[in-house]
């Protein structure tokens, strides 16, 4: 028996070991899998068109170059050369301020990129980091590659390339919304010469999942030069960049993925204290995960023992609703391949201008693996995972089995996600769920979604449209649990108008146990117009963007308000160098049936409430070394007044020691009681160079009076390879923020990790 035969059979004989009910949805996902591709093969086909699209032929090479950040290798010379980009920003399609040189090839093995990026000044290029996959690359210089590898206009990579040899990457969810939390395994190198810079690039096969049948794959290449502000690509639409306005690159075939096989072994070792009980604990936790590529782009994942110690922690933030919040995913388990279970164009960001919209979700990996009562992290026993695509449909599929908790046995559930290209840019999908992480209760969900996307609609806009359906059953439980919403909109990255118009019904009784639903029995109309107005010519301003949006929310069973928004901006004037200016306007209504205690005694009354507010803010660029940020917002607030300032400073003090500081303020003042909200979040970040840094958070808020410390050592001597030291410290504040500190917990955990390529 081979090694494909073996890691398959494991993978699906794995739900033998979870509940029976896990036996109906994989044959049943296995039918569906079947339908779609009927579906996608008869129905609607592939209909991308390429006539229109800019084209290379990519050469093959058997050299191997030295990625040094030096172009003295003759493999280079065997590339194909790119020269022909233009400006997406400032002026669609202008002329660069620099010019700019692209080889690429490939051979075997790997896709290879090199870049030769002239600079009249070099002394300004930007390269103020030196840490891997952090956001503070984005305020450097640095280059970008899209592979789309489907060639679907829909989903793909992206590679960053830094002058300090850094690398950042992301995996595109759809064609304008990138998982930046990925990671792959990839070298780069760079310089930096009296020219400008150089970097050169290696992207392994094995890194990227493909159809081995298709010869042509979606490309880009991106440049930004953030001193003027401005975005540079070889092939771009109405100002924007990503697969479904990629070029194409042809030639690729006969490529190496070598057996598919990635076997991550990891060591954790911790010492944690309850200061407050006297008592400690040590662990020492071997852990697992294997990936297996069954085909070049079907790939099986096992984990055992998962452990999360080293994982970033949650930003906190301040709630001033009587609705749950929405955290974003951070582990690397559920972050790979995350991009096949997104559903019905539902995400925390709002794309377009327009507000997140994460009500109905109804996969949202944070509910696994971690206690919603205390925010601890619950042991993951085992846990198998098949994502990846068979023609033009992609396939996910999850199955965790949870270790036991206090007060809970462990839990096993199941995940499946289904998805078909239809049409040139749109897709439609199903999705399964069963199980409760957090319950005994059985609950399973099933749901389809429909997606359209016409980025053709017109020479400045997109069109696009979502449609999806849930019915959810949970045991015990009667009554209205089906959810549904429609929702179109037409946007620009350039001067126009765009909009967006959404109606969302969930029942009273709909429950995705293994989504995200802060607001169910209710009705939802939401939507929003923007304006954006480029300036040709103007010294100081490059453009004014104009935005109003609504939100209206009635009780399904009375029909009763239960909250409406208004809200205008007014102003919003952005500058060459990017600062940018906003005065903003909101009228909200919020109709409580019951009453609501905001803080610990003070709790509002029952009855509709009306109140004004007004905003303004100004924002300097991150590009400056130092960049601070303010905020001021007055009004009412339900029966009362409150006033709410926000600063935010980033100072890159050198390239070596980066620091963020921000500082929430809220003063609410009502009859039945007054409050103050006070959330302060320190970043201070050093790295030493490229292989080792060193990060470190600390927040406080007082509505839990605690002061939260995560500092985590990192050693990243190649792609693929880290060790971990983290220190995590929970102090109590007994006389306001950062006095009277007494320490709760600890904990000391050292970690490595490492991944094996085969």
Known sequence: MNLSTVVSSILFRLPCFFKNKLRFFTSTFSLCILFLSCLSANAFGQTTQTSDRKQIEIPRTELVPVIDGVLDDEIWQQAAVITDLHQMNPVDHGEPSQSSVFYVTYSDDYFYVAARLYDSNPEEIRAMSLLHDTELMGEDDTINIILDTFDNSRTGFRFVGHPNGIRGDGVYEGPGTINWNWNGIWQTESSIDDEGWVTEIAIPFTTLNFDPNIDEWGFNLERDIPRNNEEIAWSSFNRNSNPSTAGLASGISDVNQGLGLDIVPSITMAQSQDHTANTSDSRFDPSLDVFYKFTP?????????????????????????????????????FLQDSEIFTFGGLSSGGGGGGPANTNGIPFHSRRIGLDPATGQSVDLEVGGKVTGRVGDVSIGALMVQQGDRLGLDGQDVFVGRLASNVLSESKIGLIMTEGDPNSVTDSTLTGVDFNYRNTRFSDSHTLTGDFWYQQSDTEGVEGDDKAYSLQTQISTSGTGLGGRLRYSYLGDKFDPALGFANRTGVEQLTGFVNWRYFLRDHPLIRNNFGFFSFSRTNRNDTGELQSENLFWRVISINTHSGDALEFQVQQETEGLIVPFQIRPGIIIPAGEYSFNSFEIALSTTNQRDFSPDISYKQGDFFNGERREVGLGINWAASRNLTMEFSYDFADVEMPEGDFVSRLISMNMNFAFNADWSW???????????????NSRLRWTPRAGENLYLVLNYNTDSQDGAFRGLQVRDSEVVLKYTRNFRF
């Open 297 to 333: 782009n079907l790939t099986g994942a096992l984990t055992f023992n998962t452990d999360f110690s080293a994982t970033e922690v949650d930003n906190r933030q301040v709630n001033l609703t009587r609705f749950s919040l929405f955290f974003p995913e951070r582990r690397d388990f």
């Open 695 to 709: 990060v470190n958070l600390m927040q406080y808020d007082n509505g839990s009076d605690t002061v939260g410390i």
